[in-house]
Nanobody
């Protein structure tokens, strides 16, 4: 059973940056499409971005520009670089293996002064 473990969340001031990591335990990581999602309090979970095994990326309309998804297949890890963070980016961020029911446990990102 594949497991996903996120890390890198925390408290950051508006305008700051964070990089989230998602460690994948399976041997198929290099061909898996990986996604980052987020869920703010009282809101539905929403897509942030996805990345194919070869590095093709897709971003939700409101996410491109400040967020960057990447991966290192040698390390079985996907990343989400978040820049110019705003209070409205506060949410639990989840890693997901697309096309499966595999989700990480989530990592809290709080943007506040």
């Amino acid at each position: 059973q594949v497991q996903l473990v996120e890390s890198g969340g925390g408290l950051v001031q508006p305008g700051g940056s964070l990089r989230l990591s998602c460690a994948h335990s399976g041997y198929i990581f290099s061909i898996a499409v990986m996604g980052w999602y987020r869920q703010a309090p009282g809101k539905q979970r929403e897509l942030v971005a996805t990345i194919t095994g070869r590095g093709r990326t897709h971003y939700a309309d409101s996410m491109e520009g400040r967020f960057a998804i990447s991966r290192d297949n040698a390390k079985n890890t996907a990343y989400l670089q978040m820049n110019s963070l705003k209070p409205e980016d506060t949410a639990v961020y989840y890693c997901h293996q697309e096309g499966s029911d595999v989700w990480g446990q989530g990592t809290q990102v709080t943007v506040s002064s």
